[in-house]
């Protein structure tokens, strides 16, 4: 029994300590790349794209084809051996072997094949793109709980300070040194803070369910994350990530930036593909075919029905007579069978070969190969304005991240102090409060100036913070987490 009641305790315990475990930053970006349906998505399209040039490579060898078949034949027909018609039904048995080989078509499997390969590494860097993206989104929704539960706990200490200055202000007027407005305007700002506080836990939870979906983790998932200081976060100096030397670093390591280049390349390949198209094709080919029937057909006795002029005379001695053929008719006696010979030995007999080689020559049809030439060229020039704009735009979100952390600094600054300034001017006013030189207004006032002034700081902190990781995303390098 008491060994019984320890084991309980213990799995009771490592139950208790599974439901408490928390995941940090690095453990939620992690998790989402591997499970995140988006990220599993691109990957298997990537799969396809492997499978495309594993096939486009086994194409460049030699066609092997084997055909074979069985029938049975009814009433008058070809013998398939002899080539005659007969009425006789048969079993029918027939093999073929054929191969092919592509000898010289002007590079064109070549092309398609590297093509293939380019489109294949540009899936492939597509994933890792969908990754970098649910990566940033992850560490977004993890910064916003931060903040939710950062303007939580303010908006909790607000609510515990209100109340207990609620109840000193209430024992005062108690004691007929305060007014009963004093205590009605507290209790209004009470309320006020309290919805406030509702706010703020709803918002945390709000964004917690978005970092389960990036995670793809069910709603109802006992989760939690850590929550460190905002100030632990590690963050590059803003002077390590000049617009200029981020841009050179994500035309090199961005995903989307090799995507463009890749896929440019392959539209090269598939504009030489199409030009192949319009001069011939050399192929050679071979086929190896037999067969066979079988039948049993009945051989019956002939008995002499009578005879026939024959329209010829025989001359003798001078004398010339008509001649007679005799005529038959198939007697009831079964005298033997015919039968074609065993099926191995009409296999050898009929067992026939063929070589060759071919020649495909496009000449006319229906300007087919000259417009797919022509489409080719013109998915190659779209594919170059996309680097171009993509380049371009990649350079104005960089400048941009790097003035909006810049002025993320620089606010963050100034709402600090003015946050120090709002807390010298709430301990003032608390003061005099205590003292009766200042009405409850005049409190409540200066307290929800302070409070502004602390959850727009924080605000300001995080804000930097994110546009900062912003910066560190643009060099293609990954966060740092």
């Known amino acids: 029994m008491k060994k019984s009641f320890t084991l309980v305790l213990v799995l009771l315990v490592f139950s208790v300590a599974r439901s408490q475990d928390k995941w940090d930053l690095r453990q939620c970006v992690d998790h989402a790349v591997k499970n995140n349906i988006s990220v599993r998505q691109t990957d298997l399209q990537s799969r396809f794209s492997a499978l495309t040039y594993d096939q486009s490579k086994a194409g460049q060898l030699p066609s092997f084809n084997y055909s074979g078949s069985v029938g049975y034949r009814l009433g008058r027909s070809e013998n398939p051996t002899t080539g005659v018609l007969e009425d006789n039904n048969f079993l029918n048995i027939g093999m073929q072997l054929q191969a092919g080989v592509t000898v010289f078509n002007w590079f064109s499997r070549k092309n398609t094949i590297e093509s293939n390969r380019l489109t294949w590494e540009a899936d492939k860097e597509q994933t890792k793109k969908i990754q970098n993206d649910i990566s940033l989104n992850v560490a977004v929704a993890y910064l916003q709980i931060l903040l939710a539960r950062e303007q939580a706990n303010i908006a909790a200490a607000q609510v515990g300070l209100t109340r207990a200055q609620l109840e000193n202000t209430r024992r005062r007027v108690d004691a007929g040194s305060l007014p009963e407005l004093n205590a009605a305007e507290l209790e209004a700002q009470l309320s006020r803070d309290s919805s406030s506080l509702i706010t703020a836990q709803a918002s945390a939870v709000q964004f917690m369910l978005q970092l389960k979906s990036l995670l793809n983790l069910d709603a109802a998932k006992d989760f939690d994350i850590v929550t460190p200081p905002v100030s632990l976060i590690p963050v590059d100096p803003i002077a390590d990530l000049l617009p200029e030397a981020v841009y050179a670093s994500a035309i090199k390591f961005m995903p989307q930036q090799k995507i463009n280049d890749l896929r440019i390349q392959a539209a090269q390949k598939n504009v030489a593909v199409a030009k192949a198209g319009l001069y011939p094709s050399i192929s050679a080919f071979g086929n190896l075919s037999t067969s066979a029937i079988y039948f049993k057909r009945a051989i019956y006795n002939q008995v002499l029905s009578g005879y026939t002029n024959s329209g010829a005379r025989a001359d003798v001695n001078g004398t010339y007579y008509a001649v007679e053929v005799p005529n038959y008719t198939e007697g009831s006696t079964i005298v033997r069978y015919y039968k074609p010979g065993s099926i191995p030995k009409q296999f050898n007999t009929n067992f026939g070969q063929s070589v060759g080689v071919g020649i495909s020559v496009p000449i006319f049809n229906g300007k087919a190969a000259q417009t797919s030439w022509s489409r080719s060229k013109v998915s190659l020039q779209l594919q170059e304005l996309q680097k171009e704009q993509g380049d ?72 930097y913070v994110f546009k900062m990781k912003l910066l560190e995303f643009y060099k293609g390098q990954g966060l740092k987490l």
């Open 392 to 463: 371009l735009q990649l350079k104005q979100d960089i400048y941009k991240a790097y003035n909006d952390a810049t002025a993320a600094l620089q606010k963050f600054n100034a709402d600090v102090k003015a946050q120090q300034t709002a807390e010298k001017a709430y301990s003032y006013a608390s003061k005099r409060y205590e003292q009766n030189l200042l009405s409850a207004y005049d409190l409540v006032t200066s307290q929800t100036n302070l409070q502004r002034a602390k959850i727009q700081a924080l605000y300001s902190q995080y804000d």
